[in-house]
């Protein structure tokens, strides 16, 4: 069946630093691809989306390409800030979501 | 806008009893919720969908006898454990959506601990 993979948090960073969230994925079809956040206390909220390959969703910063040749879609911002750290979920669908495990990123000033 | 509330936000209760989790989406009508569980450094696993005003359809595995899901209006929705058990005891996550809208909106979620 269809599944997420996405590395292992916690992802702990410097404020300013490159970030980098890796995730894979497994379809049988051609999903729509999604980064979902979750700030401390709040419920999941959308980040960004992509619903066909090479596409780039993209904001608050925040960018992830769908690559269909490696089944990815890596999330990335040039420079993270304190109020970005949250857990970050990347999700697939083809009809209902499917989530990866979710990673947990700190970022200190 | 597109807020969704759970309550409670937690909940312990004892072996045996039932417990009752709310949806509410509070600023749309949501025509179809769908209720989450996520287990410790777990991804969320859809438990049931639900559509106003007809039976919950639930995911396989998911004992619907178990989890009752009630979703009477276009802002309310309910999730009650039965007969819980420690093993039940788990983080319980809500989303809803607008008819015509892709996007799901989720609830904070409700911790459940059953002892």
């Known amino acids: 069946g269809d ?95 499917i989530f990866g495990a979710g990673t947990r990123l700190a970022v200190h000033p | 806008g597109a807020v969704v509330s759970q309550h409670p936000s937690w909940v312990i209760c004892k072996s045996g009893t039932s417990v009752k989790i709310e949806c509410r989406s509070l600023d749309f009508q949501a025509t179809t919720m769908f209720w989450y569980r996520q287990f410790p450094k777990q991804s969320l696993m859809l438990m049931a969908t639900s559509n106003e005003g007809s039976k919950a359809t639930y995911e396989q595995g998911v004992e619907k006898d178990k989890f009752l899901i009630n979703h009477a209006s276009l802002t309310l929705s309910t999730l009650t454990v039965t007969s819980a058990h420690p093993e039940d005891s788990s983080f319980y996550i809500c989303s809803a959506r607008a008819q015509g809208v892709y996007e799901q909106y989720f609830g904070p979620g409700t911790r459940l601990t059953v002892t």
């Open chain 1, 3 to 97: 599944s997420v993979t996405q590395m292992e948090g916690p992802v702990t960073l410097s404020e300013e630093a490159f970030l980098t969230i890796n995730c894979t994925y497994t379809a049988t079809g051609y999903p729509s691809l999604f980064w979902y956040v979750q700030y401390p206390g709040e419920g999941l909220q959308l980040l960004l989306k992509a619903t066909k390959a090479d596409d780039k969703g993209s904001n608050k910063g925040f960018e992830a390409t769908y690559r269909k040749e490696t089944t990815s879609f890596h999330l990335e911002k040039g420079s993270v800030q304190v109020s970005d750290s949250a857990v970050y979920f990347c999700a697939l669908s083809e009809g209902k979501l």
